[in-house]
């Protein structure tokens, strides 16, 4: 699936134009990554707390 997924963005970055701004940020992200990777937390985790967060309170 990662190798699928990828592609998938190539293809998509090959059609729509990135700012270079945004391409820096990204490799400035990148490279923090690659340094030091136990720093941060999983899309997961962060995307479970975030909609926890936001939900509406049962009941509503």
Do not use: D
């Not at 963005?9 to 490279?31: A, D, F, G, Q, Y």
């Amino acid at each position: 699936m990662k190798s699928t997924f990828s592609s998938e963005i190539v293809e998509i970055s090959e059609t729509i134009e990135i700012p270079e701004w945004h391409k820096r940020e990204l490799e400035k992200r990148l490279e923090a990554y690659h340094t030091n990777p136990e720093v941060g937390s999983p899309w997961q985790a962060y995307s479970c707390t975030n909609f926890q967060e936001s939900a509406p309170e049962s009941g509503q």
